[in-house]
T-cell receptor, first 110, second 115 residues
Framework: KNEVEQSPQNLTAQEGEFITINCSYS?????LHWLQQHPGGGIVSLFM???GKKKHGRLIATINIQEKHSSLHITASHPRDSAVYIC????????????FGKGTKLSVKP | NAGVMQNPRHLVRRRGQEARLRCSPM?????VYWYRQLPEEGLKFMVY????????ESGMPKERFSAEFPKEGPSILRIQQVVRGDSAAYFC?????????????FGQGTRLTVV
């Protein structure tokens, strides 16, 4: 069964801290996405990775194909980063057919 | 250029009624994806459509659910004879090409409550 597991489920940090969210998956993915879901429910696509590392502003995403593991890092965290972060894997179906993790709820305190 | 528009934002239906959820993709986008988020659960893929075609409906429940994306007008997700278990947030996303979430934008979702 194709699965995506995220950890931690909940994360509380102080403003300025470096944050890491982890995602592990089963074999044979073709790509992995990181999404951000805001408290109001809106969803934003942050990254799509098939190898290596990507950076956008204070966000960095990495993927290790051999270890079947991806991480999302947030540097210099800020209260506005508070959201649910979701990873999702493409296992070979159509590009929109993803298996989603249950999300990591991040709360950054001022 | 307005983003992906979903309506209604909130929908309440009694058991046995029909629910129609609409998704207007971004201008110029011809690919639409529907996802369901059950309470306390993760998102799940439902269906991927292009104009007038269903490309992948492997995530759609076998009964009561249907989706369309006509040549003109919004994409519609239709749920017939709703049951309490259909209560969820339904999100659509759209993209210009078929590269899925790589270039997709999400709507704000429709929260369906079945009473």
């Amino acid at each position: 069964k194709n699965e995506v597991e995220q950890s931690p489920q909940n994360l509380t940090a102080q403003e300025g801290e470096f944050i890491t969210i982890n995602c592990s998956y089963s074999v044979g993915i073709s790509a992995l996405h990181w999404l951000q879901q805001h408290p109001g429910g809106g969803i934003v696509s942050l990254f799509m990775l098939s190898s290596g590392k990507k950076k956008h502003g204070r966000l960095i995403a990495t993927i290790n194909i051999q270890e079947k593991h991806s991480s999302l890092h947030i540097t210099a965290s800020h209260p506005r980063d508070s959201a649910v972060y979701i990873c999702a894997a493409v296992y070979g179906g159509s590009q929109g057919n993803l298996i989603f993790g249950k999300g990591t709820k991040l709360s950054v305190k001022p | 250029n307005a983003g992906v528009m979903q309506n209604p934002r909130h929908l309440v239906r009694r058991r046995g009624q029909e629910a129609r959820l609409r998704c207007s993709p971004m201008k110029g986008h011809s690919h639409v994806y529907w996802y369901r988020q059950l309470p306390e659960e993760g998102l799940k893929f439902m269906v991927y459509l292009q104009k007038e075609n269903i490309i992948d409906e492997s995530g759609m429940p076998k009964e009561r659910f249907s989706a369309e994306f006509p040549k003109e007008g919004p994409s519609i997700l239709r749920i017939q004879q709703v049951v309490r278990g259909d209560s969820a947030a339904y999100f659509c996303a759209s993209s210009q090409g078929g590269r899925g979430l790589t270039e997709a934008f999400f709507g704000q979702g429709t929260r369906l409550t079945v009473v």
